[in-house]
């Protein structure tokens, strides 16, 4: 019975492993990811050229595709945005990003800032994407993607220091997050209130540039109605009752 058992399992094994492998080529862009009945590829690719650009210049993107592993057709999941430049896939990986079965694909690009933007970057920009499968294949979540958002570190006027960092530049940083309570509460969409550890501003958008003459205080109570790449969506209401809406960086408030 024992040898049975042990064969049973091994049997088990292969069968699992060969139905999760097959022959795909190699993406040029990064490595692939075997998944079931196919691998998600990561293939460089000419963009389209704006109408009336006459450049000889080619440029390429990156596009993210499942590859079948039975007839090895290949179908486009997702384009990753070119910033004039292809950029790098820094990570790409499977997370649960709730009480569903299936695991969700995350993509994390960054792209190298060459020109003079009017803000003062250090390093590159980052952009996550998040993609459900589902019965039609990957799709792009747009409230996840949102969520993880998109930005680069930013300098003071002086250089000295950060005034925002972008938090989701590697695959450890999205699996601690996805891990929080936070963003359990975020995703359950169960209300989230916080408080302001610090004096800080508001600003009208989650861009530094879109600072409001309004601020809060450390100890100010708010309530979170939304989240995108570390900036908060926030409500406060005055003592006479006015509301008042803007965004705030994660950092200044508790339990973010």
């Known amino acids: 019975m024992r040898v049975l058992k042990s064969a049973f399992v091994i049997f088990s094994v292969i069968y699992s492993v060969s139905a999760l492998a097959c022959d795909v080529k190699v993406g040029s862009a990064f490595p692939s990811l075997p998944v079931e009945n196919g ?14 650009d006459t450049s000889a210049d080619e440029q390429m993107g990156i596009d993210v595709n499942f590859v079948s592993c039975s007839d090895g057709t290949k179908k486009l999941i997702g384009k990753l945005p070119f910033l004039a430049d292809t950029g790098k896939v820094r990570a790409a990986f499977f997370a649960r990003t709730g009480q569903e079965a299936k695991e969700s694909l995350f993509v994390i690009h960054s ?27 990957y799709v792009r979540d747009e409230r996840l993607s949102t969520y ?10 002086d250089y000295k220091d950060f005034v925002y960092v972008f938090p989701y530049k590697s695959e450890s940083s999205i699996i601690e997050k996805l891990a929080s309570a936070s963003y359990k509460n975020w995703c359950m969409g169960a209300p989230v209130n916080l408080a302001i550890n610090k004096k800080t501003s508001i600003h009208s958008s989650p861009v530094l540039a879109d600072v409001t003459r309004m601020y809060l205080v450390a100890g ?11 900036w908060l969506s ?5 003592p006479k009752g006015k509301e008042i809406r803007g965004w705030i960086k994660c950092e200044n408030a508790d339990g973010c």
Do not use: C, R, W
Not at 39 to 50: L, Q, R, S, T, Y
Not at 220 to 230: L, M, N, P, R
């Open 39 to 52: 691998a998600v590829v990561f293939d460089e690719a000419p963009i389209e050229k704006d109408p009336g």
């Open 234 to 238: 926030i409500m406060f209401k005055t």
């Open 148 to 157: 993880f958002g998109n930005g680069g570190d930013i300098l003071s006027d």
């Open 111 to 137: 792209v190298e800032i060459h020109s003079d933007t009017g803000v003062k970057y250090s390093g590159d920009y980052y952009t996550v994407h998040v993609y459900q499968n589902t019965v039609n294949g």
């Open 220 to 230: 100010d109570k708010v309530k979170q109605e939304g989240v995108e790449a570390g």
